[in-house]
């Protein structure tokens, strides 16, 4: 009776700390987290941000717009609120709040994956290089503005006065027939301009302030990270956006321009559009909306960071009851 010479194959038994279902995900990149996580705990962070202070966004845009051709009369805070409120009612501070949602989550998930990914990458381990954190913010925000600047676009002309759009969809649409796919980055090369150094000075002093307070009370640094994280935030945002509101202006300009009449520009080049405000409103036309501009920044950026570090925690604190 012939025999089966064919060799036989024993299985190997794992080894005692194998586990599969750990194995086959992909490990984490940084901070103890993986690239998704990074991009929920960012998306959350944008939405919550842009949601609780869009009010004072809309009282931004309505004081830059005005430095059109629509009036070049000095507008202050208090007298555009009351102006919302009187003739629009509560519901005027949230026009276009549906345009910014869809904008500010996949927008500010790009936003913080890439400037973790791009720290870890420039920091080379070193946490206190200030220069990594200001560039990996820039790489961060022009990544981002690609994804947000039509959105954002689309969310300042339904804040406008009378805006001649019923909501977003119809914006969208009316803007394609008649100005083309072109006119929802009419802006983008301001924006960037805008928001390279904005980012910059927002991330080097959010991480040089954070370190700062942290190291004040090191032994309570654990128990106070959501006050700390706040506290930092809320001043770089503060002197990030006093520093760039003359670029802000020129963006909200090209954004809104033949909206409401206001200016239509023959560029969007920046030098341009600066001539033509302060030939009719002088230099202090570039300095329009300043003040509800810090007053967005300063507590959106307390809310965004502290949002973003309590989502981490918590993504960090799930990875470790997996491990």
Not at 150 to 170: E, H, I
Not at 222 to 248: C, F, K, Q, S, W
Not at 283 to 288: A, I, P, S, V
Request: proline share 6%.
């Amino acid at each position: 009776m012939a025999t089966d010479a064919s060799p036989q194959y024993r299985p190997v038994p794992p080894p005692p700390d194998f586990h599969p279902e750990i194995s086959l995900s992909q490990s984490p990149t940084h901070d103890g987290l993986h690239f998704w996580q990074f991009m929920i705990a960012g998306s959350i962070a944008g939405s919550v941000e842009h949601m609780a202070m869009f009010p004072v966004d809309t009282l931004k845009t309505r004081m830059q717009a005005l430095g059109a051709s629509c009036s070049i009369q000095p507008v202050g805070v208090r007298q555009a609120l009351g102006s919302i409120l009187k003739l629009e009612g509560p519901s005027g501070l949230y026009r276009g709040i549906a345009a910014m949602g869809l904008g500010a989550g996949p927008a500010h998930a790009v936003y913080f994956s890439v400037y973790e990914i791009s720290k870890q990458f420039l920091s080379r381990g070193d946490p206190n290089n200030s220069t990594a954190h200001a560039a990996s913010g820039v790489v961060a925000t022009v990544t981002s503005d690609a994804v947000f600047t039509p959105m954002d676009m689309v969310k300042q002309r339904l804040q406008m006065k009378s805006s001649p759009y019923t909501g977003v969809a119809d914006c969208v649409r009316r803007v394609l027939m008649e100005e083309g796919i072109g006119a929802f980055y009419a802006s983008y090369k301001t924006t960037v301009i805008m928001n390279a150094p904005f980012t910059a000075v927002h991330f080097a002093t959010y991480e040089a302030a954070k370190r700062g307070l942290m190291e004040v009370s090191p032994d309570t640094a654990n128990d106070e990270r959501l006050v700390v994280h706040a506290t930092a935030g809320a001043v770089a945002g503060a002197l990030a956006a006093a520093i760039t509101t003359p670029l802000d202006v020129v963006k909200t300009q090209l954004q809104c321009q033949g909206v409401c009449g206001c200016d239509r520009f023959s560029s969007s080049s920046i030098g341009n559009v600066i001539q033509t405000i302060v030939k009719k409103d002088g230099y202090r036309g570039l300095l329009r909306g300043w003040i509800p501009r810090m007053l967005f920044h300063a507590p959106a950026a307390a809310i965004c960071w502290s949002t973003y570090e309590a989502s981490k925690a918590s993504f960090q604190q799930l990875n470790r009851s997996y491990n």
